[in-house]
Every structure is written in structure tokens, then in C-alpha cells.
């Protein structure tokens, strides 16, 4: 009894002293191992869950990741890593860093619970069941305490450490004169710091030898303290380019305090986390660039859609008494005007690029001294257009019903459209190669299997026709022709017919024999039939006969009657030339009297 009574005196003066060295200052660094000590074991606050408090032999407290492997007690932990910032919070809002409870070992209790519980939430650890966490007796209500600490931790993971860096910002990064012409000064630089320790050391690159980093009070430093101002101060009579670029630097060094953790040679020992943050320092800095410009101006012609440069436009500069400063033709690169006096000036087109429309704008350009003034002139590109016809090849008739498609060079569809009585016209394609083609012809009218390609520009239209055939429909039909005697109708062979149609051009012509002529596959429609030339002894027919070919096909027979000539005698009394007379009347009558049968037959 007494040995456990004086072992208990020795833990709690062990307990004090470790209080107190916690305290002190954490090193510059982390050491690469440490020697546990022997911890005090601590009852089963929540739960079924006991452990043994961690430390090392110079008196840190330290935290085991992994419940279920044995303790650490004396034995030399080399360094492994930095822990995230969730562990980081845990050992600087945990115990010893701070008092949860204001119990010792309640608060070492619900640090240590709260990292097993962390570390199995985000790393998957299998350090505390249900019974601790949820269904395991409480009686001192230290679960709240560990379940706020561990939430927190969370939340510091997801945010990381704070990120050493420095900073220079103004607002504006071109240097001005002064207004007696003496001197040319920055806008105030603020030089800032985050998690940073000492003084921010300042330094100028590619300045004027006259260049000088100046404090508020305009006293030359090359350092200063986080958060101060400061301006560049260049003398005037130095500058001799029209543009100077330099670049401020600041430098510090970056500090971030993080939690590290130990592990054993043996796996089957405990890592730890050591209460004690140790700082991880870097070198951090930053620069920015500034600008030093006398008068300068910049011109650049530009597409209005694509925003590129534009060659060949006739520019004018005017001043405000209305003088031409200057007249350029535009190239791909801006037009340069330096050493112009200060003020108002206009800027006009005279002549457009070719195939753009020429601008009316009168674009004012203000120029002041110290700075480059950048001005952008827009013209717009005269549209491509594209005009598709589509037409009857026989009649050039307009034709409606096709359907078309239009593609890129990519051949990527770009419109596809039905064509009416009217062309069709596309305008405000990109340049380029496009395939027109024809998807569907009209109804009756045979495809074109044609393509056109075309190559669009601007400003230069042009018109496309299609052409479509009819659609030949082959009808089962024939027209037989014969001559026939009239007084005998016997066929007659010898006279020369034509037969043409409703237009007056010719079908067909022939000198007939005694079998009929035929003509197959005729088409439906009007025709006419006359003879030229009558047979030998005939009279010649001026009868006209118009032949009716239905689309319902069958055959047309028609036949054509001639009259033989009548010879009249010599010497003849006047009785007997009457009897003539009334003989040629009788002929002539007889002659144009022309029967025509039509006959159908079927197929």
C-alpha cells in the first residue's frame, strides 16, 4: 500500500514538472526521433475505453494514432510526417495547450479520444465502437467535449494550413510624373505578409539606376514591416525610352507550425503525435511588374467579330483644331504615334479593307502623359452570300419542291431547305469551302446527283443553278399511220408525211408504203398530221389532221386518203368541157373528203 501511495506521489510531481516544461518554446524545428517515457494509465471515463497518457522523456505529452497496438513506453521514435491540419488543431486546442475542463486528466482524456475519433472519420481508423461514441456511459459528460474538438478538426482539415505568402498590391502599376516634371512616382505599393516572421526585404529588377523604394515619409529603404507602404521614385531626367518596365520584389520567410508524428521500429507499437507544434519555414516572395511611359498612342484596326487585325484601312489622326496629324494605311501590327501633346484627338476611316464596310465612326482618343494609350478600331466584314436556283432543264422554269443541303469543308451539315418559286439565298456564312447537293428532287423531275462546291468570301456573292430533268414515263402506246386510195382503199405508197407536235417541232416524217408506219412508245399529247408530198398520180392532201394520244396508252390508227388526178382532154365542145368542169368539181370535192379511223386496241 505504501509503495502504491508513493508511486502515485512520484506520478503527480512528474505531472506537475511536465506541466510546466510544456510551456516552453517549441524548437525551430522538429527533431528527427524522440525517447518515450512511461504515461499514466487513466480509467474508463466513457464507456469501456482506457488508455495510458503518452510522453516523452523531456516531458511533451504525446498522442497515440492507433488504439488497438501497445504502448510506446520508453522506446525511440524516428519522425515520419506532418500530420494534416485537423491533427494540428487537435494538439493546439487539446491538452496541455489548453484547458478544456480543468481537469488534467480529463482533458488529456478527451484530446486523445478526439484524435481516434477524427482519425476515424477522415483516415478510415478503427479506434472507438459505438459504445464510446454513442451508446457507452458518460457520467462525467466528457463525450461533448470530444465530439466538439473532433468536429473542429474537421473543419481545420478542410480549410489546411495557412499558406506562408507575400503580397504587393496597387492601384496602378504605371509610374506618373510629378506636377513639376522632376520626378516620376508609383501609386503606394502595400507589402503584406501571411504567416510570415520579421521584416519583408524589398528589391527592384530592370529599374532606371535613379529607381529608389521610398517609405511614407520618403526616406529610402531596402526592408520593412508587414502591411507598410511604399512608392518607387524614379528622377525624370533619366527616363530617355518611351517605355520602362521594372519589377518590385518582396521577400520573407514563411513559418507555418505543424503537428508531426513518430513511429517505432517495431509495427506493433503505437505512433504518436507530439503535443508541440514545430515550425516549417520557407522563403516566400513575390513580384510585380510596373510601367513608365511618355505619350504614346496605339492603333490597331480590328475585325469586329473575330477580333484580329485588320490590314489595308486608311486611317486619320485629327487633333482638336481639326489638323491631320497623321495618315496611315493600316498593317497586322498597331500603328505607333509617339511624343503627341496631351488632349483630345479623332480618330476617322477614309477607306474600308477590302471586303469590309467602311466605319463612320469618329472615335475620340485621349492622350496623357506618362501612358500608353491602346486604341482598338472595329470594321465589320461585308456578309457572303450564296444564291441557289433551281430550274426545269428544258423550259429554265423556276422549280419548286427540291430539297437541298448546304455543307462545310468539314462536312458538317449547315442547312437544309426546300426550294420554291423564288431562289434561295444564305448570307453571313463563315469563308471558307462549302458543298451544295441536292437531297430530293421536285415531284417528276429526275435527282441530280450533281455537287457543287463553292468558296465563300465576303462581299462577293454568288449564284448556283440546279438543273433537273423530267421524269420520262414510258406509256405502252403506238400511233399507226397508213395511205390509203381513196377510191380504191387500197394503202398507197410514194407520198412524204410529217408529223410534228402541239409546239410545231417534228416527230417524225417518212414516204409511206402499203404497210402502216408505226410509231411506239409515242408520248401522250396533241400532234399534227400533213402530207408534203402527194403520190405519184395523186392529189395533194392539205388537210391538217390533229391526233390525240391519251395517257392512258392503247394504239391510235389513223388513216390518211388520197385522190387520184383526174386528165382532162385537149379538144373538148363546150358540153364536154362543162362535163369536165363538173368532173374537176366533183374530184376536188371528192378529194377532201378525208375519212380517218381511230382505233384502240388494247395491249
Known amino acids: 500500500m505504501k509503495k502504491t501511495i508513493k508511486l502515485l506521489i512520484l506520478v503527480m510531481i512528474l505531472m506537475i514538472s ?14 528527427s ?3 518515450m517515457g512511461t504515461g499514466e494509465s487513466l480509467p474508463s471515463y466513457i464507456g469501456q475505453t482506457h488508455f495510458s497518457t503518452k510522453i516523452t522523456n523531456d516531458g511533451k505529452y504525446a ?27 487537435i494538439m493546439t486546442n487539446g491538452y496541455p495547450a489548453k484547458t478544456i475542463t480543468g481537469n488534467d486528466k480529463y482533458d488529456y482524456y478527451i484530446t486523445q479520444t478526439a484524435l481516434w475519433w477524427y482519425l476515424d472519420d477522415t483516415a478510415g481508423g478503427n479506434n472507438l465502437g459505438n459504445g464510446f461514441k454513442q451508446t457507452g456511459a458518460d457520467p462525467y459528460g466528457l463525450r461533448k467535449y470530444v465530439i466538439t474538438l473532433k468536429e473542429q478538426a474537421k473543419k481545420a482539415k478542410d480549410t489546411g494550413y495557412s499558406k506562408p505568402s507575400v503580397s504587393l498590391s496597387t492601384s496602378s502599376t504605371e509610374l ?60 525624370a531626367s533619366s527616363i530617355t525610352s518611351l517605355e520602362n518596365e521594372m519589377t518590385i520584389k518582396a ?71 481639326g489638323k491631320i496629324v497623321d495618315t496611315w494605311t493600316t498593317t497586322t501590327v498597331a500603328h505607333s504615334l509617339s511624343h503627341l501633346a496631351a488632349g483630345t484627338y479623332t480618330l476617322v476611316e477614309v477607306q474600308a479593307p477590302t471586303s469590309y464596310e467602311l466605319s463612320t465612326v469618329k472615335q475620340k482618343v485621349v ?18 452570300i450564296v444564291e441557289i436556283i433551281k430550274k426545269d432543264k428544258e423550259t429554265n422554269e423556276i422549280l419548286a419542291g427540291a430539297t437541298f443541303v448546304i455543307k462545310n469543308s468539314k462536312g458538317e451539315e449547315i442547312e437544309t431547305w426546300i426550294s420554291t418559286k423564288e431562289s434561295h439565298k444564305i448570307t453571313g456564312l463563315p469563308e471558307g469551302d462549302y458543298i451544295i447537293e441536292e437531297l430530293n428532287a421536285p415531284a417528276g423531275y429526275i435527282k441530280t446527283n450533281e455537287k457543287h462546291s463553292v468558296t465563300l468570301e465576303a462581299g462577293k456573292p454568288i449564284t448556283i443553278t440546279f438543273y433537273n430533268t423530267k421524269e420520262v414515263i414510258e406509256i405502252d402506246s403506238a400511233l399507226k399511220i397508213l395511205k390509203v386510195n381513196g377510191e380504191t382503199n387500197e394503202p398507197l405508197a410514194g407520198a412524204k408525211l410529217v408529223l410534228k407536235d402541239k409546239s410545231g417541232n417534228e416527230v417524225a416524217s417518212w414516204i409511206t408504203t402499203t404497210e402502216e408506219y408505226i410509231i411506239n412508245n409515242i408520248k401522250p399529247g396533241t400532234y399534227y398530221l400533213s402530207e408534203v408530198e402527194a403520190p405519184e398520180g395523186f392529189v395533194l392532201s392539205t388537210e391538217v389532221i390533229e391526233i390525240i394520244v391519251t395517257e392512258d396508252g392503247g394504239t391510235v390508227m389513223v388513216t390518211f386518203y388520197n385522190t387520184p388526178e383526174v386528165e382532162v382532154p385537149n379538144t373538148a365542145t363546150s358540153i364536154s368541157k362543162t362535163m369536165i368542169g363538173l368532173g374537176i368539181v366533183a374530184t376536188v370535192i371528192g378529194g377532201s373528203v378525208i375519212f380517218i379511223t381511230l382505233r384502240k386496241e388494247e395491249n
Open 18 to 31: 511536465i506541466t510546466s516544461i510544456t510551456k516552453v518554446d517549441a524548437a525551430t524545428t522538429a527533431p
Open 33 to 35: 526521433t524522440i525517447k
Open 63 to 89: 498522442y497515440c494514432t492507433n488504439i488497438n497496438l501497445k504502448t510506446p513506453n520508453n522506446l525511440e521514435m524516428k519522425l515520419v510526417e506532418a500530420k494534416d491540419a485537423g491533427v494540428a488543431y
Open 176 to 235: 506618373t510624373i510629378s506636377s513639376d516634371g522632376k520626378y516620376f512616382y508609383s501609386s503606394d505599393i502595400t507589402v503584406k505578409g501571411e504567416s510570415i516572421t520579421g521584416n519583408i526585404t524589398l528589391s527592384l529588377e530592370n529599374a532606371p539606376k535613379t529607381a529608389t523604394i521610398i517609405d511614407s515619409k520618403g526616406n529610402e529603404v531596402s526592408s520593412v514591416a508587414n502591411g507598410s507602404k511604399v512608392k518607387i521614385k524614379i528622377q
Open 251 to 321: 521577400t520573407a520567410t514563411g513559418k507555418t507550425e505543424k503537428a508531426y508524428m513518430y513511429k517505432p521500429t517495431s509495427d506493433k507499437y503505437q505512433p504518436v503525435v507530439v503535443s508541440v507544434l514545430f515550425p516549417e519555414t520557407e522563403t516566400v516572395n513575390t513580384s510585380k511588374k510596373l510601367t513608365l511611359k511618355t505619350t504614346k498612342l496605339e492603333i490597331i484596326k480590328i475585325d469586329s467579330e473575330t477580333q484580329k487585325p485588320l490590314a489595308g484601312a486608311k486611317l486619320q489622326l485629327i487633333n482638336a483644331e
Open 367 to 384: 492622350l496623357e502623359k506618362g501612358k500608353l494609350t491602346k486604341v482598338t478600331f472595329e470594321n465589320t466584314k461585308k456578309p457572303t
